[in-house]
């Protein structure tokens, strides 16, 4: 029952990260080739992860009510037809609520599987599967920019064909069960929730980090990262294949690394990943105009930092009490959408103010602050233990 239900739900996270995958860089570039300011461009990227923020402060509360199976057919519905309407309405502000609207949508997908998993998951075997959830979505993800090329043939294409493929995989969820979480003794409500943030946030708040640091890679570097490419002579082709680069370092790593972090220490293999992380992208900062360099970090990015939402999460559903699991679930996705707000804008604000020369940096300079903030975690508890 439970290899079932894990892959039907790795089938649908995969789904929902092609969707973001495809949206990112192909709405980039058409407001890049209608001469919009990068700004404003990374500005508008940042709606899908407002609709993420929005949702957070409500699916508690709606999990709860309707239980996982509803609140995904929920999910899936909101982003079909937000998916199907971009090539009907082709207006910026409309596209930013459109944008918003998936963004509610793929945070009740994610919500719901990821909170159905690590509920239901052995915790001896927790790293392992939250490793290949991570690898299904980065897979996804990972076809998303190749799927933008769909463009070229007809511009309705990449959001139809994205569309009828999130119908089709959020139906597999029709063949399982519905669930629901463990029942908590409080009244479900916001201010309940907001409370239950509070909680998690004591205990497990350096395991949130990486959600964030996460939402900031992915955001920027498939919303930034292509303007800035151009705008340094990098050819398009080269950077749809840039982009997937990082994700296909992810892919090839995410299990190996879960595996890894169930042996050792997570907070030290946490510092370690992010140090080395910090690194590579200041590499790449020192080429930025040289596309085949840039592939090649990129790939060996994925492989370090691809893989920390679910070494985020592995680490969340470490130290965090079982009861309190799905608001820690829902202050991943929360502080994953702060993430991927603040991350395009930041990026656009540092393009444009360094004359388009700097962007890598501001990446390197927050990561090495993760490292320091999680080895000083490690120490804390370690102390504590001893």
Known sequence: MFKKNFIILSIIVSIS?????MLL????????????????NGLHASSIYIGVFLASLFLEGLLRKFGYKNLIIIGGAIIFLSLGLFPILENMTIWFILRLLVGVG???LH???????TESTPRHKLGRIISIYGLSFSAGFMVGPLLSKLYDIHEALPFVVSSLLTLCACSLILLLKNQYPEAQTSTISL????????????TSWVAFLFPMMYGVLEASLNSN??????????????????IPAYSLGAILFQLPLGIVSDKVNRNLLLTAVTLIGAFIFT????FISNGYVLLILFFIAGIFIGSLYSLGVTLMTEITPKVLLPAGNLMCGLIFSIGSITGPIIGGMTIQLSHNTQFFSFIAVILVLISAATFYDYKKRYTVTK
């Open 17 to 21: 990260g092609m969707t973001q995958g």
């Open 25 to 40: 860089p192909l709405i980039a570039i058409i407001f890049e080739h209608d001469n919009v300011s990068t700004f404003v």
């Open 106 to 108: 793929d945070n009740m």
């Open 111 to 117: 919500f719901s599987t990821q909170s159905w998993l």
């Open 191 to 202: 201010k309940n929730t907001t409370a239950n943030f509070g909680k998690v946030m004591k």
């Open 225 to 242: 990262f292509p303007v800035f490419a151009m705008k340094n002579g990098v050819d398009v082709n080269l950077i749809i294949l840039i």
């Open 283 to 286: 590499l790449c900062q020192l």
